[in-house]
């Protein structure tokens, strides 16, 4: 985060805590709305008015405080609380997992992380968030985006659906809250064609057709398909999957029949919001896509496809440059880095910041079958990888680990940007975790960031 910004978000939130003490909402400090339940409606948000909010590190995870409780934390009659101490500083929150400040709405971004109060939060419900404090009003034009690991539908996943009747099964128990997204994004690492020879032996993926029911079901409405397994059974098992996955009312990024096909940007519109989204392959085995040939979009870089090639970097760059006219949030979806490891490769971090600098708001990775590090600052979120989302590799904890990346734009600007643990169990099937096991995965992330 730029030095500028990180004093003046300083500055604010002391301001916040020093006017919390006083808990006098008539002379322009914090108000506090009473709340029944968190179904019960509040009382209409004033046109001066903005979410107080109780920020703690990005890295933790989700907390949920009784409104009575955070009262006392706002007057400052209670100065911690299960374990967290209250500090005047975001800078602190944002270096100290065990911190929790006081900050306005309108100063807060993805760099904290927001504690919901009786359940609701205060990003995603600002009208029925009960702490409020003086300032510019909460936007209604609230957009949800959550995005998703890598997806295997095939292999020893595809066949024990199969024994059950239900090749969508997989992603059931996550669904719910995949669909509860206005847009969901996840990397689909299986052909949906075995029209061609299997061309990595016992890891050429590929899933029934059918399994886009699923994929439906979870509310995915983009499925990044530039990554080293859509080629596994040769060029028409490729071009069939693109066509296959647009047939079934999703929409496919980053492979296709040509290199125009696969460098061709999806633009997902909700409230008004234009979502633009590419993607990319720097692993290799998937061809590359050429203007006569199908493949992937491409980017040559360590560990897997040789040095930097900064001729497909600047292509991309481009690309970005281009999407940026046409949408409001840019979003990348690479496919790189060193398998089973936490740590990002430096080429990672090298090509994430030309991405970030070309105009990409978000850059969101895969492939390395761990949770990796995520770089968060005031606008933008770099995550380098978020685990696994559906695969068969049950030989280590870490490869069934992953996290869900949950967003939350007032207009076109990214205010939460939530890392949500959850665990793949015996049926292959992620389920989102919570306490221990869940602070331990978030633990990787920060420890590798």
Not at 53 to 67: K, V
Not at 222 to 246: F, K, P
Not at 330 to 343: A, F, I, K, R, S
Request: glycine share 10%.
């Amino acid at each position: 985060m730029p030095v500028g910004l990180m004093r003046l978000l300083t500055a604010v939130s002391a301001v916040a805590v020093l006017a919390a003490c006083s808990d006098a909402g008539s002379d322009g400090g914090p108000t506090i709305r009473p709340t029944s339940t968190p179904s019960t409606p509040t009382t209409p948000v004033e046109p001066t008015e903005q979410p107080l909010i109780l920020a703690i590190n990005p890295t933790r995870s989700a907390q949920d405080i009784d409104l009575a409780t955070a009262r006392k934390l706002v007057s400052g009659a209670t100065k911690s609380w299960r374990g967290f101490r209250l500090v005047a500083s975001v800078q602190t929150v944002e270096s100290d997992p065990s911190a929790l400040a006081i900050v306005p709405a309108a100063t807060a971004g993805p760099t904290i992380r927001a504690v919901t109060v009786g359940g609701i939060d205060p990003w995603k419900d600002p009208v029925r968030y009960p702490l409020r404090t003086a300032g510019p009003p909460a936007s209604t034009q609230v957009v949800n985006l959550t995005i998703g690991g890598d997806v295997m539908l095939g292999r020893r996943v595809g066949a024990a659906a199969a024994r059950t009747g239900d090749v969508s099964r997989p992603l059931r128990a996550i669904g719910p809250r995949l669909a509860a997204a206005d847009i969901t994004v996840a990397n689909l690492e299986s052909t949906l064609s075995q029209a061609g020879s299997p061309q990595q032996g016992g890891d050429s993926f590929a899933a029934p057709p059918a399994v886009l029911t699923g994929l439906r079901d979870a509310g995915v409405d983009v499925l990044s398909l530039a990554n080293n397994h859509t080629g596994d059974y040769e060029h028409q098992a490729l071009i069939e999957t693109v066509q296959r996955v647009r047939a079934g009312g999703i929409q496919p990024v980053g492979a296709g029949s040509n290199l125009a096909e696969a460098a061709r940007p999806v633009i997902v519109t909700r409230d008004g919001v234009r979502f633009g989204f590419l993607a990319f392959n720097a692993i290799g085995e998937t061809p590359r896509a050429t203007a006569t040939s199908p493949g992937a979009l491409s980017v040559r870089m360590p560990p897997r496809t040789g040095p930097l090639n900064q001729g497909d970097l600047t292509a991309l760059t481009r690309s970005i440059q281009v999407l940026r006219a046409s949408a409001d949030v840019v979003v990348v979806l690479p496919h790189w880095g060193q398998q089973y490891t936490h740590e990002p490769v430096p080429a990672q971090e090298t090509v994430a910041a030309a991405l970030s600098k070309a105009g990409a708001d978000l850059v969101i990775g895969g492939h390395p079958h761990w949770v990796q590090a995520v770089q968060f600052s005031s606008n933008k979120v770099v995550a380098h990888s978020l685990g696994n989302l559906v695969f068969d590799m049950d030989f280590s904890q870490q490869t069934q680990e992953g996290v869900l990346l949950e967003l939350t734009y007032w207009g076109k600007t990214l205010k939460a940007a939530r890392l949500t643990p959850y665990v793949i169990g015996n049926d292959f099937s992620p389920r989102v975790v919570t306490g221990t096991r869940a602070e331990q995965i978030l633990a990787d992330i920060r420890g590798a960031s």
